[in-house]
Every structure is written in structure tokens, then in C-alpha cells.
């Protein structure tokens, strides 16, 4: 069994950057791939940003530019800097990722965090 855990949100004005960090424990075989989704109030959840284990990124047009995630593959840990924000970058911010365990090394399980929630003043 793989959990994630997310860290780092919190209320910023606008203008202002946060970090965010999710960290990835349990029964851990490999982690293909990581990456941030976001839920704004009343929306469907998006994606935001998403890094391989190889170090590959895609981001949302609405980000880039402005956020950079990054990754520890040490440390099963994913990073979401994030700069410049505003008040559409409001929205609870999960991890996600793809990942095998020890007992089904071949078998890709997706696995969410619980969300941190991140608010930009304006």
C-alpha cells in the first residue's frame, strides 16, 4: 500500500509564492510518474503539473511559466514551487501517482493525497 501526504499550503496574497511538497511512503516498488492536480470550488479537478521518474515535465498553459515541479526520486517526494500567484490559483492541491509496490511490482496503482488547500488573496 502506497499513501501520499501533501504539505505547504495555506493563504498568500496575490503576488506571492508557495511551496508545496508531497511525500510518498509505504510499500513503494517504483513510482512511474507524479504530479499535481488542482480542484478550484465548483470546478472538476484539473491537472496542473506532472514530472516522470526521468525527470520529464508537463504543465497546464495556465502555470506555465510560473510553477515548477521538481522531484526527489530519493526521497519518493514531489515539489510544486509556486510563484506569481492569483486568485485563479485558488483550489486545493492534490498529489497524485502512479505507482507499484512491493507485492505487484508490475501493477500501476494510482494513488491520490488528501489535499492541501491553497488560497491567494487578492
Known amino acids: 500500500q502506497v499513501q501520499l501526504v501533501e504539505s505547504g499550503g495555506g493563504l498568500v496574497q496575490g503576488g506571492g509564492s508557495l511551496r508545496l511538497s508531497c511525500a510518498a511512503s509505504?510499500?513503494?516498488?517504483?513510482?512511474?510518474?507524479m504530479g499535481w492536480y488542482r480542484q478550484a470550488p465548483g470546478k472538476h479537478r484539473k491537472l496542473v503539473a506532472t514530472?516522470?521518474?526521468?525527470?520529464?515535465?508537463t504543465y497546464a498553459d495556465s502555470v506555465k511559466g510560473r510553477f515548477t515541479i521538481s522531484r526527489d526520486n530519493a526521497k519518493n517526494t514531489v515539489y510544486l514551487q509556486m510563484n506569481s500567484l492569483n486568485d485563479e490559483d485558488t483550489a486545493v492541491y492534490y498529489c497524485?501517482?502512479?505507482?507499484?509496490?512491493?507485492?505487484?511490482?508490475?501493477?500501476?496503482?494510482?494513488?491520490w493525497g488528501q489535499g492541501t488547500l491553497v488560497t491567494v488573496s487578492s
Open positions: 497524485n501517482a502512479a505507482a507499484s509496490t512491493t507485492t505487484f511490482r508490475d501493477r500501476y496503482l494510482n494513488i
Open positions: 509505504g510499500s513503494i516498488y517504483s513510482i512511474a510518474v
Open positions: 514530472i516522470t521518474s526521468g525527470g520529464i515535465t
